[in-house]
């Protein structure tokens, strides 16, 4: 089975803090992702990544940034955080091969205060 | 550009079938998803189309691709009270190399004792 994991399920940060969210895959997929989760706007894409030290702009990068150092690690890191920043973030991983379907982590609820 | 519509909201009674209905644009898509979500948590793959079938079904779902129309649709059949939850269509965007899904806003299906 498929497992990708979320380095904490809630969150509570301060404004202006730098806040680091990790995410771990253990099926070797090359694309990984990061969305965030908002009532009404459904799931937008953040930022993803096709191989290791590649990234890619989504839908609404601004205020965020990417690491990808190893395949199976993939880190969302909001430099300052603000609070239109809270948000629920999901992250997903998917294979080059096949039907590329995303398989996603239990999802971050970070409050920014 | 690419865009997956979905109504919002559908209540039906316990043991009654569910019908959730989707519409996309981009024609050269391959694959077409629906992902369940529950609350809190992150999205499951429920089934996957590829385009050039009609029908696929699995034990209570059955999903119907009319590919003129670009319609999609999941049924789910004896609906029960677990099964409250919010459905998301999804289609590969096959623009460039991104394998991006894009996403319908959700279609939140109440179950009624």
């Known amino acids: 089975d498929v497992k990708v994991t979320q380095s904490s399920r809630y969150l509570v940060k301060r404004t202006g803090e730098k806040v680091f969210l990790e995410c771990v895959q253990d099926m070797d997929h090359e694309n990984m992702f990061w969305y965030r989760q908002d009532p009404g706007l459904g799931l937008r894409l953040i930022y993803f990544s096709y191989d290791v030290k590649m990234k890619e702009k989504g839908d609404i990068p601004e205020g965020y940034s990417v690491s990808r150092e190893k395949k199976e690690r993939f880190s969302l890191i909001l430099e300052s955080a603000s609070t239109n920043q809270t948000s629920m973030y999901l992250c997903a991983s998917s294979p080059d091969l096949g039907p590329e379907t995303q398989y996603f982590g239990p999802g971050t609820r970070l409050l920014v205060l | 550009g690419e865009d997956v519509e979905q109504s919002l909201f559908l209540s039906v009674r316990e043991g009654d079938s569910s019908v959730i209905n989707c519409t996309y644009t981009?024609?050269?898509?391959?694959?077409l998803y629906w992902y369940k979500q529950e609350p809190g948590a992150g999205l499951q793959l429920l089934t996957y189309i590829f385009s050039n079938m009609d029908m696929k079904q699995d034990q209570r779902l059955t999903v119907l691709l009319n590919k003129k129309d670009k319609h999609l649709s999941l049924r789910i059949a004896d609906t029960q009270t677990g099964d409250s939850a919010i459905y998301f269509c999804a289609e590969n965007a096959n623009a460039g190399n991104n394998r991006k899904l894009i996403w319908g806003l959700g279609t939140s299906l109440a179950v009624n004792p």
């Open positions: 981009d024609s050269s898509s391959t694959y």
